[in-house]
T-cell receptor, first 117, second 111 residues
């Protein structure tokens, strides 16, 4: 059964702290993604990776960085957490897309609800 | 026009009703479209793909109108378990084919 796991379900941190969110997938997917989801704003892509040690900025990368040292693991880092980074963070993974008309389903983890005080 | 737009709802319908959601997208070069479903406090999951010819999966029918740049989802004979938020998803036609999610339409099915 397909599985994407995230290190924490709930996390509370203080402003200025460095925060690590971990995501692990067991499907041998090349692509991994980090999104945040906020009421009224929907899901927004922060960063993604299409291979080990490769990363690409999504739509809202400011204030975040990522690390992909192993194929199965993709980490999201908040260098200095701020209150506007309080959100639900969702990790996803998929096989790579081939061609312009094909696509592979993204499988999501259960999410980490991060509160920054 | 926003990349992907949906009516947020909520749509309140009784069991057994037929309900339809629409979604519009701005990039006419977009080729691939999907509906994802997200239950309350859960992660999104793929519901179905949307093809030009339309496609059906049981009680669910998805349609694409390229000329008007909209996608629809029809749910027949609504069940209580259909209560969820339905996310319209468009694959960006350039770069790494990342997904753009609509903000979702909430459906509440009541007994």
């Amino acid at each position: 059964d397909v599985k994407v796991t995230q290190s924490s379900r709930y996390l509370v941190k203080r402003t200025g702290e460095k925060v690590f969110l971990e995501c692990v997938q067991d499907m041998d997917h090349e692509n991994m993604f980090w999104y945040r989801q906020d009421p009224g704003l929907g899901l927004r892509l922060i960063y993604f990776s299409y291979d080990v040690k490769m990363k690409e900025k999504g739509d809202i990368p400011e204030g975040y960085s990522v690390s992909r040292e192993k194929k199965e693991r993709f980490s999201l880092i908040l260098e200095s957490a701020s209150t506007n980074q309080t959100s639900m963070y969702l990790c996803a993974s998929s096989f790579p897309t081939s061609g312009t008309s094909s696509y592979n389903e993204q499988f999501f983890g259960p999410g980490t609800r991060l509160t920054v005080l | 026009r926003k990349e992907v737009e949906q009516d947020p709802g909520p749509f309140n319908v009784p069991e057994g009703a037929t309900v339809a959601f629409n979604c519009t997208y701005s990039n006419s070069a977009s080729q691939s479209f999907f509906w994802y479903r997200q239950d309350c406090r859960k992660e999104p999951k793929l519901l179905m793909s949307v093809y030009s010819s339309g496609n059906e999966d049981g009680r669910f029918t998805a349609q694409l109108n390229r000329a008007s740049q909209y996608i629809s989802l029809l749910i027949r004979d609504s069940k209580l378990s259909d209560s969820a938020t339905y996310l319209c998803v468009v694959v960006r036609p350039s770069g790494y084919s990342t997904l753009t999610f609509g903000k979702g339409t909430m459906l509440l099915v009541s007994p």
